[in-house]
Nanobody, 128 residues
């Protein structure tokens, strides 16, 4: 059993910052290999924001957030983070954390089909 719970969402003005967190509970012999953050705006597909291996290696970012967002994790506390700076109106979306047990990602790390486990999401709203 794997449970992911997001927190840290809210409403901010453009240019502001938020830090999202995802608490991970793993109660199975399965070994997670990659964590990810996705976002989904109303009427649109769920899209990848950032990914990182569970050992902290290989962070990846969508072009739209490079230089503004940072993905990180605290293995001891089993928490995944997404630091979001310089927020823009177009960042408004529901943000989800996700995880997979795949030993290696084939194709795009932002393909949501790679991820087996998902949180319920936390809303981020950016206003002017």
């Amino acid at each position: 059993q794997v449970q992911l719970v997001e927190s840290g969402g809210g409403s901010v003005q453009a240019g502001g910052s938020l830090r999202l967190a995802c608490t991970v509970s793993l109660n199975s012999p399965a070994r997670l290999t990659t964590w990810a953050w996705f976002y989904q705006a109303p009427g649109k597909e769920r899209e990848g924001v950032a990914t990182i291996d569970t050992d902290g290696r290989n962070p990846n970012y969508a072009d739209s957030v490079k230089g503004r967002f940072t993905i990180s994790q605290d293995n001891a506390k089993k928490i995944l983070y997404l630091q979001m700076n310089s927020l823009k109106l177009e960042d408004t979306a529901m943000y989800y954390c996700a995880a997979t047990t795949s030993p290696a990602i084939i194709g795009s790390v932002f393909d949501r089909r790679h991820y087996f486990y998902w949180g319920q999401g936390t809303q981020v709203t950016v206003s002017s």
